[in-house]
C-alpha cells in the first residue's frame, strides 16, 4: 500500500531526444538468473538455509528497456531480487483523472480494498489543474479514517508550512481539520483555507 503522496511526489520523466517527433515508449521487461563471481565446474552453489539471504550465487535479476523509434533513445533500468505486481489505474489510483470540485484538484491515492471498496483511501489536493510532481505543487491532503465511533470520516489538511504542527517530513501543514462526513465536504474546508480573510474592525 503507498501513502498517496508516494504515488506522485518524486518521480522523473524519462526523456526523449530533442525534437522527437513521436514521444511514444516501447516497455519491455526481461527477467533472467545473475551469478555472482565465477563458479568453476567444481563449485556448489551457495546454500545458506536463511530465506532472506541476499549473498546467494546465483539470484533473481531484472532489466527493463525503454525504447524510443521515433527519437532513437533507449533508457535501461536493471536490478535484483524485486517484486513485480499488476494492476489497474482505478486500484492504483495514479493515472485516474483529477475530480474537480470548489476551484481544487482531488488526485485519488490508492484504494484500500480493491473490488471491496471502490473509493480511494486518501487524495492529494492543487490550486490548478496541472499533476503534482513535488511538494511545492501540493495545497492539500484529504485522508479517511474511523472515528471512535466506527464512523467513516475525513481528515483535511492545508497551508503548507514546513514547521506547521501537523503531517510527515515530506510535507507539512498548517491548519488541520477533522470529522468531515464526505470527501466533498473536507475539500470545501480545504477551499475556504485559501480565501481571502475578512477582519471586521470596530470604529
Do not use: K
Amino acid at each position: 500500500m503507498n501513502i498517496v503522496q508516494d504515488l506522485y511526489l518524486g518521480w522523473t520523466d524519462l526523456d526523449h531526444q530533442q525534437d522527437c517527433p513521436l514521444p511514444v515508449w516501447e516497455p519491455q521487461l526481461r527477467i533472467d538468473q545473475g551469478r555472482r563471481g565465477r563458479l568453476l565446474a567444481h563449485d556448489h552453489d551457495h546454500g545458506c538455509p536463511v530465506e532472506e539471504c541476499d549473498h546467494a550465487n546465483l539470484f533473481r535479476r531484472f532489466t527493463v528497456r525503454l525504447v524510443c523509434r521515433s527519437c532513437s533513445a533507449v533508457h535501461i533500468i536493471t536490478g535484483q531480487d524485486v517484486g513485480i505486481s499488476r494492476t489497474t489505474t482505478q486500484v492504483y489510483g495514479f493515472g485516474q483523472p483529477a475530480l474537480e470540485t470548489d476551484g481544487l484538484w482531488l488526485w485519488p491515492g490508492q484504494q484500500t480494498l480493491p473490488g471491496v471498496d471502490g473509493e480511494p483511501r486518501e487524495w492529494v489536493i492543487t490550486r490548478t489543474p496541472d499533476r503534482p510532481c513535488e511538494p511545492a505543487d501540493v495545497d492539500g491532503l484529504i485522508c479517511r479514517y474511523l472515528s471512535s465511533g466506527g464512523h467513516r470520516r475525513w481528515q483535511a489538511s492545508a497551508i503548507a508550512d514546513p514547521t506547521g504542527p501537523y503531517g510527515d517530513d515530506q510535507l507539512r501543514w498548517a491548519r488541520r481539520s477533522s470529522e468531515h462526513r464526505s470527501v466533498s465536504q473536507a475539500a470545501a474546508w480545504i477551499a475556504a483555507q485559501y480565501q481571502p480573510q475578512t477582519v471586521e474592525v470596530a470604529v
